[in-house]
């Protein structure tokens, strides 16, 4: 579904990401784990068209998305939750999930926003509280439900578990895998490794803007280059 | 006395209230003082005025001033502001400052330095309010501003698109990825804002004429005004500018009327000193 | 490297460059300014010092008008002295500085032989001093009355002072109207002030009362607080002084406040059919002392609204008086030849009909013409006192 | 060895040059240049001053205008009202705007970017409003006229009598050249570094035990009094002081003049002052296009070259080094992109 | 070196200190003490505060509660200058250099503190302020060469490599002479190669007597370096000790590793 091809990408002179190759296929959760500053958001940034890739090719569903603009990219079916929730603080919880569904009619928002909020009770309990006054988790489960307003084909995750304490990031990803049971096609990244490839069905590993391995979720459980990712 | 201060203060202050609300919204979404907002504020009322001698009548010739300033707002943003999105703030300010230059010089080029009147239907006539003799024209700056103050408040907080609005004033990044081009949303608010400062020219140009330089310190009462009211926030603007205006005249007529504009630099500099978010803005804690 | 080691050696090194530019520029230039003068063949170049931009843009603009219609026929009648004027436009935006400025310029640069304007007092004040410097004659519109005291040859007025004009207006308004109580409201400028003083002074032998003196900065477009106290203050008449565009607003602005006076001005600054465009039925009735009549019916006179026709300009009384300052120019030059000491003495003897009547001066270098009343009536201007 | 003859050569070459310079009245005979190039060294003093707050410190002023116009209302007002002559008005006038650019300072340096940027604009704007309201000081809108020129000086061989601008220039260069060297030892001393770290990162800066206020608050007051010393040579040059001499028009000219020429550099205030003041002049013969080629030259230089003119060329320069770089490593691959660096913030 | 001997005093202490941001409490009621000469590592998930207790140490943000004393002096409410003038410096997680100077001069604005700002002498250029300024320019040689930057020392500080960009900051943080490095993420996307000689460096500048406190995620780095550990998450304090202590601890591999897995 998704594949990035050669992908280079600087920040000034500074190379964040170096030769990357990655796909993701229909229906499956993949993961990116590495250590902080690996390339991780970059890689996700680059995808999304938050940052110009310096060369290489990135297609969705065969389409070439290189250096498309982000919100085309949204229309396209593939959305993002980034790093650091970036929910929009002063609006309402309310707001902020119709935002996301911007590019829909009216009557089906209003519907998407019912259905994406079911399964987060709390966010319907503090609709019309500003979205900067909840806590972490509750912007992270914002967050995504945000981003479930389109219903995207591939949802991407940076970070999920960022800044959560142990019981919420377990619900976050119990939260993202029901998600992916209901058909949708994952590409996370997250620092805390152990969750991220507990929740994937295949894994790459980066490091310092490299890709260094990959494999499924029970080849890499184990290895050493793992151990040493997340932890350090 | 008093009463008639306060009557010149309330005309006043609408039209600072336009001015300030029109700043608002470009502050609302690019964060910068946009010092060409005065010229737009002059460009409007000077095609009002050449439509009227073209036979329009007077909605059709305030229409078209509006949508010429609603123009030009947007061919600024367009064409120097959008390419200057990674600049430093000081260089947009400077482009900024050269725009004006330019409209100014190039409105005396196109329609002369002679002080024009706009008309207005409605100059003519006085009314009676409680034994007080008020301007009819001065009643319909009041109505309109009023009118337009709620119309924007409508649209920024009871539509979507207002939301996208004020989505794009907190994170351009985060919009983006709502699937909304933040960018025509940024171009729609300069157009609104520059549409509204041009609708205060066009209001004002019955009164106190219509010349190239009009727009300097209608523009700098504007702005200080939007700084009062809270920058971003609309109703704070419109009360902020009647203040302003209020105060304005009071100062005037019980102090020096040579001092007049100084009253709303020193406002200026005490609410930057003493309430930088404004007297009716809020003060959020970020996390650094 | 472009630039040597230290900033310092780079900026020798850029003015160096510039100053070898600027001399290249100014031996040529001087060499031919030398030669023009020796020659004697080519033109005699004449400085208009007035206000081209900001707000008092279209009265410099009127004045450029006379001023190219009196040399456009002078030139089409074979220029002085077989001469051809020349017209050397310098904006000084009404500010003493830009005027000094621009007059430097014209002078030392654009090798002007005189000047006529400013149209302001101040920047007239200010750029007296180079003419002077340079002996070149001066001809201004300004109203202050200290040039008498400035001991400089070459400045000439065009115009009447207020000395002249006020006393004049007060009499009318206090024999004629039978005012006493007068409020004014004046631009906070040499010429208001000047205007202002002397009309305090007049006051007391024509048996008037000034009960109150307001004021407001040129470029002023809001004179709301100033009238709200004028009002209050109920007076007989209201004295304005003030160019045509504040005039007409003061007018307006006074009509919806609700006060309802009669209006006069001493002179003839807002002697424009824009006062009326402007002012509307506002500055009906409005009454000044003015040295010139745009209706009357002289040789002078006619030849203007012919010339003025012909080029498709507005006739206005600025628009005029730059005219008779440029003809009096042109005949002080005729007279005078190339001594600029010649040229002064010409000018001081000068005697001429023109559209403001007599042209002549003082040893002042001050014209001494009797100014009429006119009135605003019916959307005209009519004389009400010869 | 070498190096003590480098140096001496350097100082051979200034003495050259500043010879040189003096001779400049010499080879102008049109006392309008004289006049222009007066006037250039003047805007040099003031756009220096400005670049001390805005290049080396990061921070903006719209308001440097009124410090100008302060230091020449003084000498105004001290030299006509109270006959004191230049050398005695000079020093008051420093002085008096160093005072007042501190006051501003301490109050309005606490704010930062945009706040800043409208703090300075209104103080500018109010002093302004003094000049032309507080008419028995200022003399209101007519200013005040007939300032004298300073008293002649008798050097011997040469004399300046101040009767014509060939007069001036030695005196206004004597002032340039001191305001130069005065600005190149402040950079370079502790204190000049102090605030080249305020501009870049003010945390850091911070962190390093720099106290960022007090240090900001000082610049301001030097770079004020800097203006105070221009508007004085100014009063006594020009002869004549007037409000509108010094409104927001002035302070937005000499903040270009800043920007074109490049902040945080020398050669900057002097390429800026220089070209943007001889276009200016320049354009004295299309009075109605003037300003409007004016303002669109502001916005071009802002939108494509945002470092100026110093921008531009130290493009340039780089190149050139690095090109001679690449010539010598011959063969060995680039490592750095040229292109990628711009003219530009990016 | 004998630490035992000098690690009785605590350097900085830490008191009931508290942070909140919009209601979201940052920092929680945290006490710790840093011994003298130590290498004191702070740890937790992203998100728990640390950067936040750096700038509460650091008096960038005031703390709402609580006291931070240095030796025996109480920096709560001083500011950051006056702080890093008592002799604490520190360096950023995200590296903040000078973007226009060379790294010399980079390091030559740490020297601050020791050449002052004094006007009248910079201008006169006295004899004791070119002496004042030979001792900076000396200082700067030393350190770049104690870092291992004297050969790029006239290149432009932000084109460097990741990791030597870094030690510029570290270089800048020891030119003011401190007696505390506080370092916030020193390692945070160097690869393996640049950490080990990073980790060299730390103990190189703890060998010369100065106590360092570190923020790390690289548990490896943790292990090695300190001496002493405090773990801290949603602002207070989990659990503190040696590496030992903390490496079996299960709140620690609760907190850090996200998942409650002591069984396993």
């Excluded at chain 2, 060409?36 to 009548?57: D, I, K, N, R, S």
């Excluded at chain 2, 990674?86 to 002369?112: C, D, F, H, R």
Aim: aromatic share 8%; charged share 20%; glycine share 10%.
């Amino acid at each position: 579904m998704l594949k990035v091809q050669g992908l280079n990408t600087y920040y000034g002179q500074v190379c964040a990401i170096e030769d990357m190759n990655i796909h993701v296929k229909e229906r499956e959760a993949v993961s990116v784990i590495g250590a902080n500053g690996a390339g991780k958001s970059t890689l996700l940034k680059s995808i999304m068209g938050e940052v110009r890739p310096k060369s290489g090719k990135i297609t969705l569903s065969d389409k070439t998305i290189t250096n498309s603009r982000t919100f085309r990219l949204v229309n396209h079916g593939m959305t993002l939750v980034p790093e650091g929730r970036q929910v929009f603080p002063y609006l309402s919880v309310w707001d902020n999930l119709l935002l996301g569904g911007y590019t829909l009619s009216t009557k089906e928002r209003l519907q998407m926003a019912e259905e994406v909020s079911e399964p987060f009770p709390i966010l319907r309990d503090r609709k019309n509280q500003a979205a900067g006054l909840l806590s972490g988790g509750e912007q992270q489960m914002l967050a995504i439900a945000r981003a479930m307003m389109v219903s995207p084909k591939l949802l991407l995750l940076d970070e999920p578990s960022m800044g959560l304490s142990p019981r919420l990031v377990y619900e976050v990803y119990e939260k993202i895998t029901e998600l992916h049971q209901r058909g949708t096609t994952i590409l996370l990244v997250d620092q805390n490794a152990e969750m991220a490839i507990d929740f994937c069905d295949r894994a790459y590993v980066l490091m310092a803007g490299r890709l260094v391995g990959e494999g499924t979720k029970d080849e890499l459980k184990d290895t050493e280059i793992v151990q040493k990712s997340y932890l350090g | 006395m008093i009463v008639d201060q306060l009557i010149n203060g309330i005309v006043l202050g609408s039209v600072y209230a336009l001015m300030a609300i029109g700043y608002t919204m470009v502050w609302n979404v690019l964060r910068f003082i946009n010092f060409a907002h005065g010229e737009v504020y002059m460009g409007g009322a000077f095609v009002a005025l050449t439509t009227m001698y073209l036979g329009a009548p007077v909605w059709l010739a305030y229409s078209c001033g509006m949508l010429s300033g609603a123009l030009l707002g947007y061919l600024m943003e367009k064409l120097v502001y959008k390419k200057m999105r990674t600049a430093p703030k000081l260089n947009l300010l400077i482009a900024a400052i050269g725009i004006a230059i330019v409209l100014q010089n190039s409105a005396q080029l196109i329609w002369g330095a002679s002080p024009e009147r706009l008309a207005s239907p409605f100059l003519a006539n006085n009314v009676n309010i409680g034994g007080m003799m008020v301007n009819q024209h001065y009643i319909f700056i009041i109505i309109v501003t009023i009118i337009v103050m709620f119309l924007l408040e409508f649209f920024m907080n009871r539509t979507l698109m207002g939301k996208a609005v004020q989505a794009a004033s907190q994170n351009i990044q985060a919009t983006e990825l709502m699937g909304i081009n933040a960018n025509k949303v940024i171009s729609i608010t300069f157009a609104i804002g520059s549409g509204v400062g041009a609708l205060a020219g066009i209001l004002v140009g019955p009164v106190f004429l219509v010349f190239p330089t009009m727009g300097v310190f209608a523009g700098l009462k504007g702005f200080t005004a939007s700084v009062m009211g809270g920058m971003g926030n609309i109703p704070g603007a419109m009360v902020a500018g009647l203040m302003l205006g209020v105060l304005e005249s009071f100062a005037a007529g019980f102090i020096s009327s040579g001092y007049r504009d100084a009253v709303a630099m020193v406002i200026l500099l005490a609410i930057l000193l003493l309430r930088p978010q404004g007297i009716f803005g809020k003060v959020v804690a970020e996390k650094v | 490297m472009i630039f040597g080691k230290t900033k310092f050696n780079g900026c020798i090194a850029f003015f160096m460059a510039l100053t070898l530019i600027l001399a290249g520029c100014s031996s040529e230039d001087g060499s031919s300014s030398k030669a023009e003068a020796s020659d004697k063949s080519e033109s005699i170049r004449v400085g208009l010092q007035a206000p081209m931009t900001g707000d008092n843009a279209q009265y410099g603009q009127d004045m450029k008008n006379g001023v190219d219609l009196a040399f456009k026929k002078i030139n089409a009648e074979g220029g002085v002295n077989g001469k051809k004027l020349e017209l050397v436009v310098g904006d000084d935006k009404a500010t003493p500085s830009e005027a000094v400025a621009v007059v430097n310029k014209m002078i030392m640069n654009d090798n002007v032989k005189a000047i006529i304007g400013g149209y302001n007092s101040s920047p007239t004040l200010a750029a007296q001093e180079v003419s002077k410097n340079a002996k070149a004659l001066h001809v201004h519109m300004g109203a202050s009355p200290e040039f008498t005291t400035l001991d400089n040859d070459y400045l000439y007025r065009i115009i009447l002072t207020g000395q002249v004009y006020v006393p004049a207006v007060l009499k009318y308004m206090a024999e004629e109207k039978g005012i006493k109580k007068i409020a004014s409201i004046y631009e906070n400028t040499d010429y208001g002030i000047t205007m202002s003083d002397s009309a305090r002074k007049a006051a007391e032998s024509v048996g008037v009362e000034f009960i109150a003196t307001e004021t407001y900065n040129p470029g002023d477009k809001n004179f709301s607080s100033q009238l709200s106290k004028i009002k209050k203050m109920k007076p007989d008449a209201v004295m304005i002084v003030g160019l045509y565009n504040e005039v007409a607003l003061i007018a307006q602005q006074a009509k919806q406040a609700g006060l309802d006076v009669q209006f006069f001005s001493p002179d003839d600054s807002m002697y424009s059919e824009q006062l009326i465009e402007l002012g509307g039925d506002a500055v009906e009735n409005h009454i000044f002392a003015s040295m010139i009549n745009m209706e009357m019916d002289t040789e002078a006179m006619n030849e203007f609204i012919k010339l003025s026709e012909e080029n498709n300009i507005e006739p206005e009384a600025n628009t005029a008086i730059a005219y008779d300052a440029a003809l009096a120019l042109a005949k002080a030059f005729e007279e005078g030849g190339d001594s600029p000491e010649k040229v002064r003495d010409a000018m001081a003897k000068i005697q001429m009909e023109g559209t403001t009547g007599l042209i002549q001066f003082d040893e002042d270098g001050e014209r001494s013409n009797a100014p009429m009343i006119m009135q605003v009536k019916d959307q005209k201007f009519i004389i009400i006192q010869e | 060895m070498e190096h003590i003859r480098k140096l001496g050569y350097r100082r051979l070459g200034l003495l050259i040059g500043v010879i040189a310079l003096l001779m400049i009245p010499l080879g102008i005979t049109n006392p309008y240049f004289m006049y222009v190039i007066n006037l250039i060294l003047i805007y040099i003093l003031l756009v220096l001053g400005l670049d001390l707050i805005v290049g080396y410190t990061g921070q903006v002023s719209i308001g440097h205008g009124a410090f100008f116009g302060i230091g020449a209302y003084i000498a105004a007002i001290f030299s006509t009202k109270l006959g004191l002559s230049f050398w005695f008005t000079l020093p008051i006038a420093i002085l008096a705007t160093a005072i007042i650019g501190f006051i501003i300072g301490f109050i309005g340096l606490k704010l930062i970017e945009e706040y800043l940027v409208m703090a300075t604009l209104a103080f500018g704007t109010i002093i302004w409003l003094v000049f032309l309201n507080w008419t028995d000081v200022t003399g209101g809108p007519m200013g005040i006229a007939l300032i004298p020129s300073p008293p002649a000086m008798n050097f011997g061989i040469f004399q300046l009598s101040f009767t014509q601008y060939a007069d001036y220039y030695p005196l206004l260069l004597f002032f340039v050249i001191v305001a130069i060297i005065f600005t190149k030892l402040l950079i370079n001393s502790g204190f000049g570094r102090a605030c080249t770290a305020i501009r870049d990162d003010e945390l850091a800066a911070q962190s390093m035990g720099i106290p960022v206020f007090r240090t900001k608050v000082v610049m301001f007051t030097i770079s004020a009094a800097y203006c105070g010393a221009a508007g004085t040579l100014y009063a006594h040059f020009i002869h004549v002081v007037s409000p509108e001499t010094f409104n927001f028009t002035m302070s937005v000219t000499i903040l270009t003049m800043v920007m074109i020429g490049g902040q945080g550099s020398i050669i900057g205030a002097v390429l800026g002052a220089s070209l943007l003041t001889i276009f200016s002049e320049a354009l004295r013969a299309t009075p109605e296009l003037r300003m409007l080629i004016y303002g669109l030259l502001i916005v071009i230089m802002m939108m494509f070259f945002p470092r100026g003119i110093m921008g531009i060329i130290n493009y340039y320069r780089k190149q050139i080094e690095k090109r001679a770089l690449l010539k010598k490593m011959k063969g060995a691959k680039a490592t750095v992109d040229v292109k990628k660096e711009g003219l530009g913030y990016e | 070196m004998n630490k035992e001997n000098l690690t009785d005093t605590a350097i900085l202490t830490v008191a009931g200190l508290s942070k909140s941001f919009g209601g979201v409490k940052a920092v929680n009621d945290l006490s710790f003490s840093v011994k003298k000469n130590h290498i004191h590592a702070i740890i937790g998930p992203n998100g728990a505060g640390k950067s936040t207790l750096f700038n509460l140490i650091t008096g960038i943000i005031p703390p709402d509660q609580g006291e931070v004393r240095f030796s025996t002096t109480d920096i709560t409410s001083l500011s950051s200058d006056q702080i890093a003038k008592h002799g604490v410096s520190r360096t950023f997680q995200n590296i903040r250099l000078f973007p226009d100077m060379t790294v010399s001069e980079t390091v030559l604005i740490g020297t601050y503190l020791l050449t002052g700002a004094k006007l009248a002498p910079a201008l006169l250029r006295t004899k004791a302020f070119r002496e004042k300024e030979q001792a900076a320019k000396q200082r700067v040689e030393e350190i770049l060469k104690f870092v291992g930057l004297w050969d790029v020392r006239d290149e432009y500080a932000a084109q460097l490599s990741y990791g030597n960009q870094r030690r510029v900051e570290i270089a800048r943080a020891l030119a003011t002479q401190p007696q505390l490095l506080l370092l916030d993420e020193p390692t945070a996307g160097m690869n393996p190669k640049e950490t080990k000689e990073l980790m060299e460096l730390f103990t190189a500048v703890n060998n010369e007597g100065i106590t360092i406190l570190i923020i790390a995620h690289d548990m490896n780095l943790v292990n090695t370096l300190s001496d002493h550990i405090t773990v801290i998450n949603f602002g207070e304090k989990l659990v503190e000790g040696t590496a030992e202590v903390i490496q079996k601890h299960p709140a620690v591999i609760e907190a850090y590793m996200g998942k409650v897995k002591v069984d396993a």
